[in-house]
């Protein structure tokens, strides 16, 4: 499977911005994608993640200004992101999970967001 990422960039405090994540490959193979995120001097952590049944999870720090989404036709995982914090600022990772692994093991390469007036 391969991921490929898009969208980012720089956006003022309390904007909104919009990140894409397009699957490729053995698209069967996978059952979660989601988005992680590493700021500078920081471990990557989870942002948000669904799975192949619609399940979401969110992390505290972007519940209800952070949105993920799935278009299975499309094969792509999005995250609206809104209310964008100084704090938001971040290179920002999809990821999948594969059916075989119980945490996610299969990355794109990372986009970078910037908040910041």
């Known amino acids: 499977v391969q991921l490929q990422a898009s969208g980012g960039g720089l956006v003022q405090p309390g904007g909104s911005l919009r990140l894409s994540c397009a699957a490729s490959g053995s698209i069967f193979s996978i059952n979660a994608m989601g988005w992680f995120r590493q700021a500078p001097g920081k471990g990557r952590e989870l942002v948000a993640t669904?799975?192949?049944?619609?399940?979401?999870k969110y992390a505290d720090s972007v519940k209800g200004r952070f949105t993920i989404s799935r278009d299975k036709a499309k094969n792509t995982v999005s995250l609206k992101a809104d209310s964008l914090k100084p704090e938001d600022t971040a290179g920002y990772y999809c990821?999948?999970?594969?059916?075989?692994?119980?945490?996610?093991?299969?990355w794109g390469q990372g986009t970078l967001v910037t908040v910041s007036s």
């Open positions: 669904i799975t192949n049944d619609g399940v979401t």
């Open positions: 990821g999948a999970r594969s059916t075989s692994s119980t945490w996610y093991d299969i």
